[in-house]
């Protein structure tokens, strides 16, 4: 069973590819950056290793968007649709958990100047359910576009 088996890209999606994974790797790289320096004059805005995290799936979660612009996949078409809808899931469940945890514990957003869990966990729905909303509006613009060529 190969997982990420792609279709055969020509050179242009090869290079439009290559320059996605190429904004992620300055992305993440700056991102890091200015968090190192961040905590150098110390400030930091999350506990434990949330800030590194949250930094990491930003950048995943934008490359995915710009992948589902181009049409460039990492795996094959169905495979990463049943990966995109599992996100939107998993984004919804994220957010009512987080809202769930604040009803429950009474905590606000920041304590002792650092971003709650529970805060972190409905940004990460809310990044997951946007490379869902990307994905459905793609989707929908390339069906209404089929025959434009």
């Known amino acids: 069973m190969i997982l990420f088996k792609s279709r055969n890209l020509d ?15 300055f992305s993440l790289m700056g991102l890091l950056l200015v968090n ?11 506990s ?12 995943v979660v ?23 809808y599992f996100l939107g899931v998993y984004g919804v469940v994220s957010i009512l958990a987080g809202i769930y945890d604040f009803q429950t514990l009474n905590t606000k957003i920041i304590v002792d100047g650092k971003i709650v869990s529970s805060a972190l966990a409905i940004v990460y729905g809310i990044m997951f359910i946007t490379v869902f909303l990307v994905y459905i509006i793609k989707s929908r613009y390339n069906k209404r576009h089929e025959n434009d060529e």
């Open 11 to 25: 050179e242009l999606q090869l290079r439009k590819r290559g320059d996605i994974f190429k904004h992620g790797l």
């Open 36 to 46: 190192a320096l961040l905590y150098s004059w110390g400030i930091e805005w999350a």
């Open 48 to 59: 434990g290793k949330w800030a590194e995290l949250t930094i990491i799936l930003f950048t």
């Open 62 to 84: 934008l490359c995915s968007i710009e992948f589902i612009c181009y049409d460039i996949y990492p795996m094959l078409e169905k495979r990463q649709k049943l990966a995109i």
